[in-house]
C-alpha cells in the first residue's frame, strides 16, 4: 500500500470514527443499517391481500427494483440527460416510438393531454388551463368511460364530450376536439378499441388509451400502441411493480416531446408538480426490465398457487367453497374468491374487519362483502375476496391461518 493511499484511509477512519462524513468516493458510503422508520413512528405494517391499491400502498417494488433505487440514489446526474436517455431506452425495449417516466398514469394522462393541446405550438404551454379559449380543448370519449381519472384530463382547461354509438362519434368532431380518451378497461361503451381510433386518426385527432392497470399480460405494453393509439398510459406501481410514484407515457415521438415541455423542470407548466426523481426514474426503467424478465404462464402459476394455498386451509369448513376468479381486463391475475353459508358463519365484512384488526393486520380485497366490485370483480356480497398477487412470500400461509380463525369463530 502507498504512503498516500494508507493516509488517506486513515483520514477516512479518524472522519468515520468522528461520526463525520460518508461518501468519501462514490460508491464508499458504509452501508447504514436502515431505521425502521414504520416502527419509530408507530405506523402499522399490513398484510397485502388486497392488491394494488394506492391507499394501501400498492405494489412492493422487487429487490432488483430496490436495488436499482438506491445506486441511482448515490449519484447526481442532469435530469434532462436521464429523462431523454430513460424514456428511449423504454421505447426500445417496449416497442413504441417514444416514451417517457411520469409520475404515476394519472401524471401521465395530465401530461399526455397537455402535449395534445401544445404539440406544435409551445408558447400554449403557459396557457394552460384556464387561458384556452384560442386553443382546441374538447376531449370526446364514451360516456360509459367517464371515471375517476377525468380530472386528471380536466386539470389542463378541457371539456369532455360524451357519446354512445358510433354515429354520435363520428358526428361530435369539431374544430375544437383536441384528443379522443378511451378507458380500456370500461365495462360499458360500444365502441371498440379499433374503430375509437379509425375514426379518430380520420379527423386528424390523436387517441389517448388509459390501460393503467391492464398488466399482465406483458404483451400489454406494446398491444395498444400497436393498435394505433397515439398515447398509452401504464401505473409504474400497480403489476409492473415499480416506485408506486411512477408512471409510462409510450407512443408518438412529437406528442412525448410536447408532453415534456409541460412537465418538471419547467416551471409555468400543469405538470410542474409532477415532478419524477432520478431514484423514482431509475427505478421504472428496472421495473420494466424485471416486467419483461417474467413470464405471464409464471406469474399466473405463481398466483394460482398461492390462492390454491388458501383455498386448501379452508375447504373443510362446512358450507365453504370457493374459486378462483380472474377479471377480464384490469389486475388480470387470480383472485380467491371464497363463498360461504352466511347462516352458519360470520358475514364477509365482520371478517374483513377481524382481520385488520388483528396482529399482523391484513387487508382483504375490498370488494369483499360488496355487491359491486370494481374493475371487473364479481358481486361479492356474500363473499370473500384474497388479491393474492401482492402478498409477500409465506404471507399467503398466514392470511389462510387467519381467515381459517375467523370463520371457526361464532
Ligand atoms: C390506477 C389507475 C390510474 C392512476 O394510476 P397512478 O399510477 O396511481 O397515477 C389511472 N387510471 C386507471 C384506469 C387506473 O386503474
Request: charge should be neutral; aromatic fraction near 6%.
Amino acid at each position: 500500500m502507498t504512503k498516500t493511499r494508507r493516509s488517506f484511509f486513515s483520514w477516512t477512519r479518524n472522519l468515520m470514527a468522528a461520526g463525520g462524513v460518508a461518501g468519501i468516493a462514490p460508491g464508499a458510503e458504509a452501508a447504514v443499517p436502515a431505521t425502521d422508520y414504520y416502527a419509530k413512528l408507530g405506523v402499522t405494517k399490513i398484510i397485502n391481500a388486497a392488491g394494488t391499491y394506492t391507499a394501501l400502498t400498492a405494489s412492493t417494488m422487487p429487490p432488483q427494483v430496490r436495488a436499482a433505487v438506491d445506486a441511482a440514489a448515490m449519484s447526481p446526474v442532469r435530469l434532462a440527460e436521464l429523462q431523454q436517455k430513460s424514456g428511449e431506452y423504454i421505447a426500445r425495449r417496449l416497442r413504441c416510438e417514444a416514451a417517457m417516466v411520469t409520475a404515476g398514469a394519472s401524471a401521465a394522462l395530465t401530461l399526455g393531454t397537455a402535449a395534445c393541446m401544445t404539440v406544435g405550438n409551445r408558447a400554449a404551454v403557459a396557457l394552460l388551463p384556464l387561458e384556452v379559449d384560442g386553443l382546441k380543448n374538447e376531449v370526446i370519449v364514451q360516456k360509459g368511460h367517464r371515471y375517476g381519472y377525468d380530472h386528471a384530463i380536466r386539470n389542463c382547461g378541457t371539456r369532455f364530450v360524451e357519446v354512445e354509438t358510433l354515429a354520435q362519434y363520428e358526428a361530435a368532431f369539431t374544430p375544437k376536439t383536441v384528443m379522443c380518451h378511451f378507458f380500456n378497461a370500461a365495462e360499458h361503451g360500444q365502441i371498440s378499441r379499433e374503430d375509437w381510433v379509425r375514426v379518430a386518426h380520420a379527423h386528424g385527432v390523436p387517441c389517448f388509451n388509459d390501460a393503467a392497470a391492464d398488466v399482465p399480460p406483458i404483451s400489454n405494453l406494446w398491444a395498444y400502441t400497436q393498435m394505433g393509439f397515439d398515447l398509452v398510459t401504464f401505473s409504474g406501481g400497480k403489476g409492473i411493480r415499480g416506485p408506486q410514484n411512477a408512471g409510462l407515457l409510450l407512443g408518438r415521438k412529437d406528442l412525448i416531446e410536447a408532453a415534456t415541455w409541460s412537465s418538471s423542470p419547467r416551471d409555468e407548466t400543469v405538470g410542474r408538480g409532477m415532478k419524477v426523481a432520478k431514484e423514482q426514474i431509475v427505478g421504472m426503467v428496472a421495473a420494466v426490465d424485471w416486467f419483461l424478465s417474467q413470464t405471464d404462464e409464471g406469474m399466473q402459476a405463481e398466483f394460482r398457487a398461492r390462492a390454491e394455498r388458501i383455498a386448501a386451509r379452508l375447504k373443510d369448513i362446512p358450507g365453504v367453497t370457493y374459486e378462483i376468479f380472474v377479471p377480464p381486463l384490469a389486475n388480470a391475475i387470480p383472485h380467491l374468491l371464497i363463498r360461504y353459508d352466511q347462516a352458519k358463519h360470520r358475514p364477509p365484512l365482520e371478517i374483513s374487519a377481524a382481520l385488520r384488526a388483528g396482529t399482523p393486520s391484513i387487508e382483504l380485497n375490498p370488494a369483499t362483502g360488496r355487491r359491486s366490485g370494481s374493475a371487473g370483480l364479481p358481486n361479492a356480497e356474500d363473499a370473500i375476496i384474497v388479491g393474492v398477487w401482492m402478498l409477500q412470500p409465506g404471507e399467503d400461509v398466514i392470511v389462510a391461518n387467519r381467515l381459517r380463525q375467523a370463520l371457526l369463530a361464532v
